[in-house]
């Protein structure tokens, strides 16, 4: 949590990333301390090269924000972070895993395809805000 403004600064220069209040530090602080040690940042020096969030319910793995700035990118980080993530799930138990991604970001959908995700076309995502007043 003491890098929350600047990975949340990092994150909005990424393209194809997508913000909501469930990124507010109040979220993030609840999702790491329910999925301890899973998620990562890598920096070069002081510098964020990449970040992905790592956390399951107890069955399904879900990847969030897998980011990498330009400068890191076509050097495999992204992929070795996603490599670690899947080690944690096999540790914890977990046998499959999701990331969810803009149906726009072809450079995300590219990756994606290049570390041997399946794309799904057979389910389909609804969501609903839940209004906190406290929020």
Not at 58 to 73: C, K, M, P, S, T
Request: charged residues 25%; proline residues 1%; hydrophobic residues 35%.
């Amino acid at each position: 949590m003491e890098d929350y403004d600047e990975v949340y600064s990092f994150w909005q220069s990424v393209e194809g990333m997508g913000l909501s209040s469930a990124d507010s530090r109040e979220g993030m602080q609840t999702y790491l301390e329910r999925n301890p040690g899973m998620s990562l940042l890598a920096r070069d020096g002081g510098k964020i090269a990449g970040t992905v969030l790592c956390g399951h319910d107890g069955r399904r793995g879900y990847i969030h924000h897998l980011a990498v700035g330009e400068a890191y990118r076509g050097i495999k980080l992204g992929k070795t972070l996603v490599d670690s993530c899947i080690e944690t799930f096999r540790k914890a138990g977990i046998h499959k895993c999701h990331i969810f991604i803009f149906i726009d970001n072809e450079s995300g959908k590219e990756f994606w395809r290049s570390v041997d995700w399946e794309e799904r076309n057979d389910v389909c995502l609804f969501s609903h805000d839940i209004d906190y007043p406290n929020y």
